[in-house]
């Protein structure tokens, strides 16, 4: 176990059993996990959701990939059942695996039993994420019914009653969660990244972890600088599109800010795009033109 690990380890041991309202009394008190090691240098490590890439096949999107100077892939729902293919198809090829999809999980649910079962189901998801490898499992805790969904305060109360448990098979499948906040248009719940990193806090474990989005973040008028400043120690992915949703370069938004935060808490893991070319563009010429503005914003983003 490296020194980060053992931190973790030990900070979740030391606070085991001790709650308050749900929530681990010394969770704030919890020193920040990467706080604690010298911070290794920031990378841009360039990936893509798997649908965005042009191809056939999956061999002829991760050939495209490697053309555009990626060096990852997340990929979309029905990874759990492609396990051998994926990790054939990427073998020898230097493309990673980034995050994996799962979305919408009735964690919050009034419902205790609905809340675990769907537990249940991501735990299942984890294990399978476990064998597979990757960043983490990308999750959106919901409410079953469209009716029920909890705001800030309630839901996470209701979060704390499965989270601590879902962390702790994260981590024993070899896997993490990766929380993924949404602008209030999605969701009631979880709108901003300083939310999801409050959550990882109060679990304190390397299995509950959190991701921001440039096109959510931009929506909630986020600072980009600020929000992975405070996600420090939890951020394991980064989703990439324009204000538009479009690839980054194809409209206004600017990535430097958010860039300047990944390089202050050290950023390790991918940035990755979840977005669609602009109508009448291609993507062959289009998300070239993409990473290159992208690592020009990643080189003019000085700290
Ligand atoms: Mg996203």
């Known amino acids: 176990m490296d020194r980060r690990g053992f931190i973790l380890g030990s900070v979740s041991g030391a606070v085991a059993g001790l709650s308050v309202g749900g929530f681990r009394a010394l969770a704030q008190e919890a020193p920040k996990p990467d706080a604690e090691t010298s911070k290794a240098k920031a990378v841009l490590k360039l990936c893509s959701r798997e649908n965005i890439i042009p191809g056939n096949s999956l061999a002829e999107k991760i050939e495209n990939m490697k053309k555009f100077g990626g060096v990852g892939m997340e990929f979309l729902h029905g990874w759990d059942g492609k396990i051998a293919e994926i990790k054939a198809a990427l073998k020898g090829t ?14 919050i649910d009034p419902d205790k039993a609905v809340r675990d079962e769907g537990a249940a189901k991501l735990k299942e998801m984890l294990s399978k994420a476990g064998e597979l490898g990757g960043t983490g499992v990308i999750v959106i805790p919901r409410a079953k019914a469209k009716d029920a969904q909890p705001g800030w305060d309630e839901g996470r109360k209701i979060l704390m009653d499965v989270l601590p448990a879902i962390g702790e098979h994260a981590v024993k499948a070899g896997s993490r969660i990766v929380f993924e906040p949404l602008n209030k248009g999605e969701t009631k719940f979880l709108n901003r990244v300083d939310q999801a990193a409050e959550l990882c ?11 921001g989005d440039f096109f959510h973040m931009a929506k909630e008028g986020e600072d980009d600088e600020k929000s992975f400043l405070a996600a420090d120690g939890y951020l394991h992915n980064v989703h990439l599109a324009s204000r538009g949703r479009f690839l980054p370069g194809q409209d206004d938004l600017s990535f430097v ?21 602009a109508k009448g563009t291609d993507p062959m010429i ?6 290159a503005l992208l690592r020009k914003q990643w080189d003019e983003a000085i700290v």
Do not use: H, T
């Not at 995050?99 to 964690?107: H, Q, T, W």
């Not at 800010?257 to 070319?277: N, P, T």
């Open 94 to 107: 230097g493309i990673g695996i980034g995050a994996l999809a799962f979305g919408s999980c009735p964690l």
């Open 201 to 211: 806090k109060a679990v304190a474990g390397p299995g509950v972890c959190l991701m």
């Open 257 to 277: 800010a958010g860039f300047r935060g990944l390089k202050k808490i050290g950023y390790q893991d991918y940035c990755s795009l979840e977005c669609k070319a």
């Open 286 to 291: 289009e998300i070239p033109k993409s990473f």
